[in-house]
């Protein structure tokens, strides 16, 4: 009975760090790019799946109680909003941004070369 607690809390371990880790790559992302676009790309995706995997890691600790559920609730509120909202922040972006045009023609520039 006490390896299924260590195997439990190894495989949670691993969820909890794996998370942990797509999270500071969605932080070294948001400091490394330079376009508020693209910024906002990592972040959702890097947000979304680092959740998934730290809330995965609670449920297995928890193990299946109406905890889990709430947590399984609180995943699905986030896989449902961080994609909507950061859609919303791009568009606002390319509505008040009258320079984004021209940001994205000379970066498009510079790729062709």
Known sequence: MIVLHWIRFIIA????LGGL???SAALVGM????????RIHVAAKCDTFGLLLIFSSMIIMSGW???SLK???IIVFFWLSVPVSSHLIAHM???TN?????EFEV???ENLQ
Do not use: T, Y
């Open 13 to 16: 371990a691993v969820f909890l």
């Open 21 to 23: 880790v797509i999270l």
């Open 31 to 38: 400091f490394r790019f330079d376009n508020v676009l693209n």
């Open 65 to 67: 109680s109406m905890e």
């Open 71 to 73: 947590l399984v609730i």
């Open 93 to 95: 972006e390319l509505a």
């Open 98 to 102: 009258p320079e984004i045009k021209e």
């Open 107 to 109: 970066l498009h520039q």
